[in-house]
């Protein structure tokens, strides 16, 4: 098994839809993120969980909706996007703490809004 | 937030020739790493840089994170097809807090 895995690798999804992003990190970290890439910007962090517990949440609008239900999984849950919000999402495990890793990720998710 | 320029945005370059990029920014910091993606992928670690001048290598890559601590270089030697991709240096200021990327650098190698 891969470090981190994402489901799925591509979604098309109209602007009324709800779907949900999966990630999923076999690294034993204790720490996920969700990371927007778009064409042309740098790597834009979404949202940060330490422990389970949200920790970053750099102004992203409510459409998004992070779920950490454990420190193996992580959500993104999606509603009414608008088709700026299409991208590739990445997820990303880290041990933070005593010993601090570099960030490992996953294989993405494009996401496509019409 | 931190601003991570990577310079040049683009390179193209024969097979065989070397390579070299870099990573500047505006704070200090204390780890820097470099990244790889190709497309369709997420990134991949290449190289992870944990204190000022550190010079480290893998394979036909070498990195270096600078003596000001706001800036970091990675070399590539003798460059082959599948060097192709995206670059991404990444910065991070204390441990347990993010990184912060920059905006890459896109190779493409020439047969």
């Known amino acids: 098994e891969t470090g981190v895995t994402q489901t799925p690798r591509h979604l098309v999804m109209g602007m009324t839809n709800k779907k949900s992003l999966k990630c999923e990190q076999h690294?034993?970290?204790?720490?996920m993120y969700w990371y927007k890439q778009s064409a042309k910007k740098p790597l834009e962090l979404m949202f940060v969980?330490?422990?389970?517990?949200?920790?970053e949440n750099n102004s992203v609008p409510s459409r998004f909706s992070p779920e950490c239900p454990n420190s193996s999984h992580l959500f993104l849950h999606l509603h009414t996007l608008q088709p700026e919000d299409s991208a590739l999402y990445l997820c990303?495990?880290?041990?933070?703490?005593?010993?601090?890793?570099?960030?490992?990720f996953g294989q993405g998710t494009r996401l496509t809004v019409v | 937030g931190q601003q991570l320029n990577q310079s040049p945005q683009s390179m193209f370059i024969q097979e065989g020739e070397d390579v070299s990029m870099n990573c500047t920014s505006s704070?200090?910091?204390?780890?820097w790493l470099w990244y790889k993606q190709d497309p369709g992928e997420g990134p991949v670690l290449l190289i992870a840089?944990?204190?000022?001048?550190e010079l480290t290598s893998n394979g036909r890559l070498t990195a270096q994170f600078g003596i000001t601590r706001k800036d970091s270089f990675l070399n590539i030697s003798a460059s082959i097809p599948s060097d192709v991709g995206i670059y991404f240096c990444?910065?991070?200021?204390?441990?347990?807090?993010?990184?912060?990327f920059g905006t890459g650098t896109s190779l493409t190698v020439i047969p």
């Open positions: 990303a495990s880290s041990q933070v703490g005593l010993i601090d890793t570099e960030a490992f």
């Open positions: 690294l034993g970290h204790n720490a």
């Open positions: 704070s200090i910091f204390n780890t």
């Open positions: 840089l944990y204190k000022a001048g």
């Open positions: 969980y330490n422990f389970k517990e949200q920790t």
């Open positions: 990444a910065g991070r200021w204390d441990t347990g807090n993010q990184f912060y």
